[in-house]
């Protein structure tokens, strides 16, 4: 029973490109949730979603940014016309149900911008 | 702001010793989580206490809340080196399922 997988692992982009950074939930998980984590901090919530609906992105900066989770398919987080700030690791969870007790995270995706 | 601070910051110990961390919040909470972090990994949960419970055990592990203070504590019994990772804790507020707050972690050492 694989675990939420993310991918790629690292991701390299120049100030300017476009960064996608995908997630799978664990088999049978239907919520899925994306959070960032700077260097040397805690995790920061972005974005909460289900199947086809975006629940709560209020962590998640009005420009630039995106997600989505559509009905087949990974979940993807964008980020357009990225900067130096971007950087950062970005840690994906999913859960069975909206009132889980605890979140299972993937091993996240390293975002450097150079 | 952080909802959760952890404190210390860095806890180096023996094996064998006992390592404690403490986590303060701000707001009322549904729960209160632990988790732990492997370098360069994801978050890797190790346990749950509800507003409503004051203790709970888990393997070598304690947690404790105390709501009145908004503090809980993580207690690692008999450390091995294979402990070394960073803790955090991380608070869920009612309705806000899956909206963790988390803080800035203790980062744990456990030498030889």
């Known amino acids: 029973n694989a675990g939420v997988m993310q991918n790629p692992r690292h991701l390299v982009r120049r100030r300017g490109q476009e960064a996608r950074l995908r997630c799978s939930p664990m088999k049978g998980h239907s919520h899925v949730y994306w959070y960032r984590q700077l260097p040397e901090e805690g995790l920061k919530f972005m974005v909460y979603l289900q199947k086809e609906n975006i629940i709560d992105e209020s962590g998640m900066p009005k420009e630039r940014f995106s997600a989505e989770f559509p009905k087949e398919g990974p979940s993807i987080l964008r980020i357009q016309q990225v900067v130096r700030g971007d950087s950062a690791a970005y840690f994906c969870?999913?859960?069975?149900?909206?009132?889980?007790?605890?979140?299972?995270f993937g091993n996240g995706t390293r975002l450097t911008v150079t | 702001s952080q909802q959760g601070e952890e404190d210390p910051q860095a806890l180096s110990i023996q094996e064998g010793e006992n390592a404690t961390m403490n986590c303060s919040y701000k707001t009322s909470i549904n729960n209160l989580q632990w988790y732990r972090q492997n370098s360069g990994r994801g978050l890797v949960h190790l346990i749950l206490?509800?507003?409503?419970?004051r203790e709970k055990h888990s393997g070598r592990l304690r947690v404790t809340l105390d709501t009145s203070k908004k503090s809980s504590s993580l207690l690692i019994t008999a450390s091995r080196a294979a402990d070394t990772a960073s803790y955090f804790c991380?608070?869920?507020?009612?309705?806000?399922?899956?909206?963790?707050?988390f803080g800035a972690g203790t980062q744990v050492v456990v030498t030889p």
């Open positions: 206490i509800r507003s409503n419970e």
């Open positions: 969870a999913s859960s069975p149900q909206s009132q889980a007790d605890f979140l299972h």
């Open positions: 991380a608070t869920v507020a009612t309705d806000s399922w899956g909206k963790l707050q």
